[in-house]
């Protein structure tokens, strides 16, 4: 855990760096886009009493992968430490107890985000547990989203000329099929998934 964690926050670093250099002084509202986060969350899980729904638990996964982004930038800017962020994380995901109420979990997370403007590491925890989320699903979504981010930057997301479907297929399918060829395991599996996406982004678009 605590090295798939140190990746994560040299990853987030970079990723926020490309977007703007002196990232750290721009007091971007990284609470903000939480909050905005547990609204679409709570959609994919379903609060309509007057129609059916079922909790599309992939869904789910993948919105609290994107909170997770924002939730590393706010440690990030809070402790300059590896060390120190690895320990408060450790802390917060230590034996988290949902309360049964996905939906109320999710409500006390969102109160918590607006009412401190940081993040609720123990309540972002229980979230994972209200899915049967573990750390390991959370890496892996995580280093996949980071890079397809940064993979977009660098074709030309910003000025419009990145090609989102690649060969018919969407880019998120992609990464999905890339990851599953992987060693998530590996140190180089952020590199490793990179150059996989490059290699086929070429081949299919170029």
């Known amino acids: 855990m605590k090295q798939q964690l140190a990746t994560m926050l040299e990853l987030q670093n970079n990723m926020n760096t490309k977007v703007h250099a002196n990232w750290r002084e721009q007091q971007f509202e990284w609470y903000r886009a939480i909050w905005i986060e547990c609204a679409e969350l709570l959609d994919h899980y379903g609060w309509k009493w007057w129609k059916k729904q079922t909790p599309d638990v992939d869904q789910i ?15 990030l800017l809070q402790d300059d430490s590896v060390e120190g962020i690895v320990s408060r ?42 899915i049967k989320m573990d750390f390991e699903t959370l890496y892996v979504g995580y280093v996949g989203k980071n890079v397809l981010n940064f993979f977009r930057q660098d074709n030309g997301y910003q000025d419009g000329t990145y090609a989102k479907q690649w060969g018919g297929v969407e880019d998120n399918e992609h990464l999905v099929e890339i990851v599953a060829t992987l060693d998530t395991d590996s140190s180089s599996f952020a590199d490793d998934l990179y150059k996989s996406m490059d290699a086929r982004y070429k081949k299919l678009c170029q």
């Open 89 to 130: 994380v450790e802390k917060g995901f230590t034996l988290p107890q949902g309360s049964g109420d996905f939906a109320a979990d999710l409500e006390d997370f969102t109160q918590q985000t607006l009412a401190t403007k940081d993040f609720d590491i123990a309540g972002f925890a229980r979230l994972m547990v209200g």
């Open 61 to 75: 996964a993948l919105e609290l992968v994107d909170i997770w982004h924002f939730g590393l930038s706010l440690l």
